[in-house]
């Protein structure tokens, strides 16, 4: 069964940085797109970044262009968010998802597109 584990949210000032794990099992990072939403109180969920299953191809939200930096450790099975220059704009629950076919072309840039999800962390910047 496909598992997801996110870790690493927090409180965090204006400005300041913060790193996200997804611990994935069942299946290999390495043959799937993985992607980043978050889902703001009130708000529609929304992708923040994805990183192809090779690692060629990445997206990013344009508001976190610059800012945010996702990457993968496969042997480590593991699919991180790097998050600098943190925004109160950018609090919500931060989600790892994970693409249902296995080496497909191509990369999605809508949350929809992603099958399999994590619990959710939350990450709070403060004002």
């Known amino acids: 069964q496909v598992q997801l584990v996110e870790s690493g949210g927090g409180l965090v000032q204006t400005g300041g940085s913060l790193r996200l794990s997804c611990a994935a099992s069942g299946r290999a990072v390495s043959n799937y797109h993985m992607g980043w939403s978050r889902q703001a109180p009130g708000k529609e969920r929304e992708l923040v970044a994805a990183?192809?299953?090779?690692?060629?191809?990445?997206y990013y939200l344009d508001s976190v262009k610059g800012r945010f930096t996702i990457s993968r450790d496969n042997a480590k099975n593991t699919v991180y968010l790097q998050m600098n220059s943190l925004k109160p704009e950018d609090t919500a629950v931060y989600y790892c998802?994970?693409?249902?076919?296995?080496?497909?072309?191509?990369?999605?840039?809508?949350?929809?597109?992603?099958?399999?999800w994590g619990q959710g962390t939350q990450v709070t910047v403060s004002s």
């Open positions: 998802a994970q693409d249902s076919t296995s080496r497909p072309p191509g990369l999605p840039t809508t949350p929809g597109a992603y099958e399999y």
């Open positions: 990183i192809s299953w090779s690692g060629a191809r990445t």
